[in-house]
């Protein structure tokens, strides 16, 4: 991890706060920290669904295993709202495919500032409402569907199982969050001991929460940050991913408390030694084995609960 720091720091890479939004994603889609693993599965197909804001891209991976009925991921890929998209994360939605054996649908929401809270959330609501009417085109369960996501990814994956338990909607039966942004980082220990120095920092969350969020009163919304909710009751069992040297450490970490105060299950783990993306470190030239367990309890975990 260190040797991926320094070399990162060598490059001497313009912060966010210098680009543009659409000069940001250029630069994170070169700078990919993990080349792309050779996992090969039964099929990769992009799909285009109509979304409340325009056609929501999706991107569909199969692993081929066998049956009717396999519980399904629905993957919301990170990049603070603003940058990242389904090739950057078609590594790590391949091998969660390959790992659960289940299908995974990785979603390209729309991006601030061109689409600000709450159009990225409202594209997610309906790539599951298309998973869950579409379950039986895909070989997939619509009572075993999973949400799941990294970072702000994760945010979308926690605040659209409060979205849908609100609503009414169709059952999400686990939620997957990895490192996720569902609050106010900046009041916490973990943002003052990582706001620098370790990849994602203090800056970068600035730059992201400006070109997200339009208003004040958004950032108060508990879909938005789902830490905020008074109740966490009834929503599913969830699994919460954290990183030691992560601004976002101690968000995780207390949504992962205030879900289990809730009555809601939860395995949380906390990866002491690893940064900020590290679950998508999966292969040269940054190939880390402390990714690889986290994705290996990531998969024990769904499988317990799902099979």
Not at 75 to 83: D, M, S
Request: charged share 25%.
């Amino acid at each position: 991890m260190q040797a991926f720091l320094e070399r990162y720091e060598s490059l001497d890479m313009p912060s966010f706060n210098e680009l543009s939004a659409e000069e940001a994603r250029e630069l994170f889609d070169q700078l990919r920290v993990a080349g792309e693993p050779e996992i090969e599965l039964e099929s990769v197909e992009d799909r285009t669904i109509g979304g409340p804001h325009g056609e929501v891209p999706l991107r569909v991976y199969d692993p081929g295993t066998e049956g009717t009925a396999r519980p399904l991921l629905l993957y919301f890929h990170g990049g603070g709202w603003v940058i990242g998209n389904v090739d950057t994360h078609d590594g790590t939605c391949r091998k969660l495919a390959a790992d659960t054996g289940y299908p995974v649908v990785s979603v390209d929401y729309g991006l601030a500032p061109e689409h600000p809270f709450p159009e990225g959330l409202e594209d997610c609501y309906a790539a599951f409402e298309w998973v869950a009417e579409t379950a039986a085109e895909l070989d997939a369960d619509p009572d075993r569907l999973v949400v799941a996501g990294d970072s702000a990814g994760g945010g979308l994956a926690a605040g659209l199982s409060l979205l849908v338990r609100d609503r009414g909607g169709p059952a999400i039966a686990y939620q997957l969050l990895i490192y996720p942004s569902v609050g106010d980082a900046t009041v916490t220990e973990a943002y003052k001991e990582n706001s620098q120095g370790y990849f994602l920092t203090a800056d970068d969350m600035a730059w992201f929460r400006d070109h997200y969020f339009e208003t004040e009163i958004d950032m108060g919304n508990v879909y938005a940050c789902p830490l905020l909710a008074d109740d966490l009751s009834e929503l599913p069992p969830a699994t919460v991913i954290t990183a030691g040297f992560d601004p976002l450490r101690d968000v995780g970490a207390n949504y992962a408390d205030r879900l289990e105060a809730a009555g809601v299950p939860v395995a949380y783990h906390n990866y002491d030694d690893m940064i900020h993306g590290f679950f998508g470190m999966i292969s040269e030239p940054v190939a880390l084995e402390r990714a690889h367990e986290a994705h290996e309890a990531a998969v024990a975990d769904l499988h317990a609960t799902l099979e």
